[in-house]
């Protein structure tokens, strides 16, 4: 019967080093694998448990179901505030309340 390429360096590492090491080595790394997917899995799942917590208190921000701008105006940037909703257009900041109205416009040079 013919023998495998890893039986015969089985078998050759056994007659060179001792049939103990050999299975010593071959424990520690299996030892080692196991460890190492072990720490895997629970490295993923703290961190999918840290993604899925919710903070204590959070409140979404309210938002208006839409926000008309005046003729002309388009949208390169927008922020938010607790009861604001600022737009930057151009040469101008645009301010709106929560209600979708729009509150004041601020002159930028």
Do not use: C, H
């Not at 390169?76 to 309340?97: K, P, Q």
């Amino acid at each position: 019967m013919d023998k495998t390429p890893e039986q015969e360096l089985d078998e050759a590492l056994e007659d060179s080093v001792g049939l103990g090491t050999v299975r010593y080595l071959k424990t520690i790394v299996t030892a080692m694998t196991v460890a190492t997917i072990l720490g895997m899995i629970v490295l993923i799942t703290v961190v999918v448990m840290k993604l899925n917590q919710t903070t204590p208190g959070f409140t979404p921000l309210a938002l208006p179901d839409q926000i008309t701008l005046p003729d002309g105006v388009s949208a390169e940037a927008v922020t938010m505030g607790r009861d604001w909703i600022g737009i930057v257009s151009g040469n101008e900041i645009l301010i709106y309340g929560v209600d979708g109205q729009l509150q004041k416009r601020i002159a930028i040079r």
